[in-house]
């Protein structure tokens, strides 16, 4: 996915289309280049991907003990929705707020660190990307400690009473949206940087010539100019933070559990191969709808 | 014009992969047709002991699990004694973390009968339950094992899953009940007063544990964890139900609840007696309830796998283990519930403040007071865990 951070901005293909076959060996040579890619893709992606799938229409009667047999119980999906549906919803709504969250925040971070940090550029993008060293799940426990109910953001809080006092921040969906924010903000901000870092000033320069307000300026030129950062941004960010579960597990509670942790107890817990297969593919497919769906609307031929 | 070349574009690219990964998906699932059955039988699956000629010994326990030097962290005393005593070499690692995630680890070679590269594997009884109801455990040999016949304490010496310990020998023991901070709330005695006081709304938590969790709700219905219906379980798990939708109880943890209990996050909770103890050694507020109307009596277990080659040699270690004197040892430093009788007076002689604590060496009144979960068939586990998933949010 990360080819599609440095997609070009400007006219993406080579003007001329490459000359026609000479023999059959130039022919065959992007596809034996694409040979070793094409191996590990099928052999880690296609191949769990199918058994998934199989899994997913397994008799849901079977059990560890007795073993599973294919009856093609295409049954497993509406049962599987109707017990989660709810975590379902949660996850795109939740992974949606953050997603709106992150880009308020992200778009003016990236913008800062590409167009005005100057030499301080460095130093910033290291800041974004610092925190991902550590582990996922130590970021997310550094996040109970600031927002523990004795802490000093919840004592703050409550003393300019925007919490009442027995308010609280962790153990509520507020908790698990800001985890959510955070951790996956540095996915957003780093492809905007990408091609906000190439926007070229003297299309800014000609804007303010021909009077153009900053406003419109940045809706005219920045923006159009930034949207392959933006959608490929959006989309590192919105995929993984659906299908999390961490950020739920820790800061929530189970009125805050999204369809990752219905997965993670499905295979882990309860051993219903079946259902845990078949929510991994209604996840994967209302992802799929909707990131096809986005990117119709955003009309982006360079990045897919 | 010569012939048409298209050049490989993104799109058609995806296009091209999505469309015979589809291809693909049809065909590869009409070829693999379901799994096979994971069940074995001694019969089935034998296992060759090694034991007589290779004098080792794979021992896969949980971290913190085993007493180590004061000086020296790579030591561990008792460890090294049964080495040294008996010329076993003992492979030891740390690597069972969680009932659930360990099971997956070996779950792929133990269903098709070959070896896990272990001979000892430390888990809790459901998980027990569940591998001797699958046939992936050898039987023990009870007359290798004379210490463990003497000196299991008898509360478990029957339990419901493996009567007469013929596959799982207890390693340690523990107690599931009630905890609070005395710091953020006032004590607490009932089950009921954790799940209505309104005074602790949002600040309990219950254990994820399904049968710690449901046992103490069981039995504050006046039900017997050890032998219910399952009308007496929908009771309390409606019981729990009407908690967390009332928000009283916060979250399900595992062990995470430690830290929140300790800093007043969280005011009371279910938890388990050597978390609690661990804490108390640091803020003597924080206190371990026993209900009234009865705990949950839990141990991890050493389990010798099918396919471990030192059945022998993992049998001489677990008896090892049952002597008082050794058992006193380990248990001063992993504060659990000693399973092993006379121990007690062992650790009069190491920290005599130790032997008079009733978590660690619990009196009869206590023990009476203590039940271990009904063995659940695979069709009950399943139903019942998905029930209680479901309240629980996952």
Known sequence: ?304 | MRSAFRPLTRRGLLTGTLGSAALLAAGGSLAGCGTPAAQQTEEGCVSEDLSGTEKTLAFSNWPQYMDVDEDDESKRPSLDEFVSRTGIKVAYSEDVNDNNEFFGKVQNQLAACQSTGRDIMVLTDWMAARMIRLGWLQMLDGTKMPNVAANILPSLRNRPFDVDNQYAVPWQSGLAGLAYNGRVTGEIRTVDELLTRPDLKGKVTALSEMRDTMGLLLMSNGHNPADFTANQFDDALNKLKRAVNSGQIRRFTGNDYAPDLAKGDIAACVGWSGDIIQLGFEDEQIKFVVPDSGVMLWSDNMLVPNQASHKTNAEELINYYYEPAVAAQLAAYVNYICPVQGAQAEMEKIDPELAANPLIFPDEAMLSRSRVFMALDETQEREYEAKFQQVIGA
């Open chain 1, 1 to 304: 996915m990360s080819a599609l951070a440095h997609a070009p901005t400007g006219s993406g293909q080579p003007a001329s289309p490459p000359p026609a076959a000479r023999s059959g060996r130039h022919r065959l040579l992007p596809y034996l280049l694409l040979l070793p890619g094409a191996a590990w893709l099928f052999l880690f992606f296609v191949v769990p991907l199918v058994q998934l799938a199989a899994a997913s229409l397994y008799d849901p009667s079977g059990s560890l003990s007795t073993g599973y047999t294919l009856t093609w119980a295409v049954g497993n999906y509406p049962t599987a929705l109707q017990a989660y549906w709810p975590q379902f919803g949660r996850s795109f709504l939740f992974a949606g707020i953050a997603l709106v969250l992150a880009l308020l925040m992200g778009y003016p971070l990236a913008y800062a660190i590409a167009q005005k940090a100057g030499r301080w550029k460095n130093l910033l993008l290291v800041c974004v990307i610092a925190p991902m060293f550590t582990s996922f799940l130590v970021r997310t426990l550094a996040w109970k400690t600031i927002l523990s109910d004795n802490g000093w953001l919840v004592g703050l809080l409550r003393d300019v009473h925007l919490l009442g006092p027995d308010g609280r921040l962790l153990a509520t969906p507020i908790a698990v949206v800001l985890g959510l924010t955070y951790n996956f903000l540095p996915f957003l901000v780093l492809p905007l940087y990408a091609s906000l870092e190439r926007l070229d000033h003297r299309l800014l320069e000609a804007a303010s010539d021909l009077y153009a307000s900053p406003l419109r300026t940045f809706r005219r030129v920045t923006l159009p100019l930034s949207m392959p950062g933006l959608i490929a941004g959006t989309l590192l960010f919105f995929i993984p933070a659906t299908g999390d579960y961490i950020n739920a597990e820790l800061l929530g509670t189970p009125n805050e559990y999204m369809i990752g942790n219905v997965i993670d107890s499905a295979f882990l817990v309860r051993l219903d191969y079946p259902q845990g297969a078949a929510l991994s593919f209604l996840l994967m497919s209302a992802i799929l709808a909707v990131v096809f769906g986005y990117l119709r609307r955003a009309g982006t031929e360079e990045v897919l």
